[in-house]
């Protein structure tokens, strides 16, 4: 009897060997044999690794999101200060040699995809959402999203234009656009000392805890968040409105049991359909970002802030913040502790009891103090339930 050829990395030729067919072809111009050839691969691997080519499609592009925004992310990181983010972003843009087309390409047949069928454009939207996310770790919700169309339509004109690129162009108009002032919070205005703080807090400096700008915005929330424990039993609509008064960014049919607890809740900004069940504590310094269709069991806490290690600093008030991410359709059991700089990817579930101190993937069961990865989530958990 022959022995069965281990090649473990066979589907990731084929998700590569799909993509760079694509920028060449095109969607509409491969097919299951184009890219086996190209994969080096028999033909019935296709099947073998995936349903059909829609799901082959969908994996590529996902891969191809993820590669860029990852570029995207890795340069923002180093930025200390919003002047080197605004630096950063012109580099994103102008980083590509324009003669080469395939990012281009690619973009576009995605876009062309997300047109016409809705799964397409979910993955799209997470982009979006990303590149949004990375950006509002330096600017405001409303200036990041200014930015984020910015750079798509730049890099867009730059790869097309026949003209060489002008870097100081795209300087001049991240200046004119992060130079707007601060989208005004509903429940007034913030110091301008706060400002200043809340951006430091947000590129991941170290800023003074004790600062009285600090304590005030503290108090302005406890009041708040006594005001939305108090609501309950009132209208959604009554609680929504309060909600939307304490946290930056609040989607449909969004609540928490009492008692719900945040630091800030300017750096919270929460998705569609999201339940947090009793004392759930958001300390949001770095900023809490949670998807659509997100669950939190009991007593859930996470904390983006650090005090310092120097014991003398420490004392002094010194902190620091990372952001955390929750990705769309994530559970997280009772008792779960995240902590800063963690993302927990989409579809995910985090076990009770379980400290995270390190991101989760996709699609997986996590657990444990540390938490890590027990299992991925795959077909045979489904039960056909159908409400």
Known sequence: MGTRRVDPERRDRIIDAALALIAEEGVAGISHRKVARRADVPLGSMTYHFEGMGELLREAFTRFAGTVSARFEERLAAARD??????????????????????????????????????????????????????????????????????????????????PADRALTVDAIARITAAPAAQRPNGAEPAGLEALRTRMLAGRMYDDTARELVEARQRTVLLTDEYNASFGRPPADR????????????????????????????????????????????????????????????????????????????????????????????????????????????????????????????????????????????????????
Request: overall charge negative; some cysteine.
């Open 82 to 163: 919003a002047d080197e983010a605004r630096a950063a972003v012109a580099d994103f843009v102008h980083h590509d040699d324009p003669g080469n087309p395939r990012e281009l390409v690619l973009t576009h047949e995605l876009y062309t995809l997300a047109a016409r069928e809705p799964a397409y454009r979910e993955l799209t939207r997470a982009w979006m959402g990303r590149s949004r996310e990375i950006l509002e770790r330096h600017f405001d919700p409303a200036t990041a999203r200014q930015l984020d169309a910015l750079v798509e339509g730049l890099t867009i004109h730059r790869a097309l234009d026949t003209t």
């Open 240 to 387: 929504e409105r309060i909600l939307r008064r304490l946290l930056a960014a609040v989607g449909r049919d969004c609540h928490f049991e009492p008692t719900f607890r945040c630091e800030f809740g300017f750096n919270i900004r929460v998705g569609d359909n999201f339940y947090a069940n009793f004392d759930c504590v958001l300390l949001d310094g770095g900023g809490i970002t949670i998807g659509d269709d997100v669950l939190f069991g009991p007593r859930v806490g996470i904390y983006t802030s650090n005090h310092a290690i120097d014991a003398a600093e420490r004392a002094a008030g010194a902190c620091y913040a990372k952001p955390v991410v929750i990705g769309d359709r994530v559970w997280i059991g009772g008792d779960v502790t995240v902590n800063q700089g963690v993302t927990i990817g989409a579809g995910s579930i985090v076990g009770s009891g379980s400290v995270v101190t390190k991101s989760v993937p996709a699609g997986v069961v996590a657990a444990g103090n540390p938490a890590r990865v027990l299992r991925e989530i795959t077909d045979a958990d489904r039960t056909g339930f159908r409400p």
